[in-house]
T-cell receptor
């Protein structure tokens, strides 16, 4: 248990569906992250929020839409996804996204399958 | 471009020692992290190095050479539960983590 929870753990959706992934951290951190993890590939950073403000958006397609209502919660809204978006989506949190030794703590991920 | 290289897969025997290497080329350097990830689970933090040398934590040690752009994770007295993927990541000059693809470690009895 890392103090970061994600729901759902598994999600299967069609290309026309709309769904949302939820992340919650209980560590009192100020920064939260969304990553995409595909088999045998490096983790891809998607979005970073620091003190609820989005500070990074690494050229992610608009079919992925993040929302950070407060420092403890992070959502990823999904719509009209493609089969190549199937992957493990990991949420992480850290004390502050601007520090060198700032360790990120990960949730267990949502395994997403797009049909 | 930025690049982190580590072997795709390694096999070792229970009770033995294994060294997982990581080389990096990044724009700036603000530290190197090692994470462990069991299949279907969250990556968990193992170690952080920012200066040259060896950091020891129980059965796990991590080494960094800044001049060579090189790190290794050393696992001693291997146990079956050490079977996992080991991820190397470097924090660049923008304080963004650049990740390697991970090394899958298989432990055999």
């Amino acid at each position: 248990e890392t103090g970061v929870t994600q729901t759902p753990r598994h999600l299967v959706m069609g290309m026309t569906n709309k769904k949302s992934l939820k992340c919650e951290q209980h560590l009192g951190h100020n920064a939260m992250y969304w990553y995409k993890q595909s088999a045998k590939k490096p983790l891809e950073l998607m979005f970073v929020y620091n003190f609820k403000e989005q500070t990074e958006n690494n050229s992610v397609p608009s079919r992925f839409s993040p929302e950070c209502p407060n420092s403890s919660h992070l959502f990823l809204h999904l719509h009209t996804l493609q089969p190549e978006d199937s992957a493990l989506y990991l949420c992480a949190s850290s004390q502050d996204s601007g520090g060198g030794s700032d360790t990120q703590y990960f949730g267990p991920g949502t395994r997403l399958t797009v049909l | 471009g930025q690049n982190i290289d580590q072997p795709t897969e390694m096999t070792a025997t229970e009770g033995a020692i294994v060294q997982i290497n990581c080389t990096y080329q990044t724009s700036g350097f603000n530290g190197l992290f090692w994470y462990q990830q069991h299949a279907g689970e969250a990556p968990t933090f193992l170690s952080y190095n920012v200066l040259d040398g060896l950091e020891e934590k129980g059965r796990f040690s991590s080494f960094l050479s800044l001049s060579k752009g090189y790190s290794y994770l050393l696992l001693k007295e291997l146990q079956m539960k050490d079977s996992a993927s080991y991820l190397c990541a470097v924090m660049d000059s923008n304080y963004q983590l650049i990740w390697g693809a991970g090394t899958k470690l298989i432990i055999k009895p």
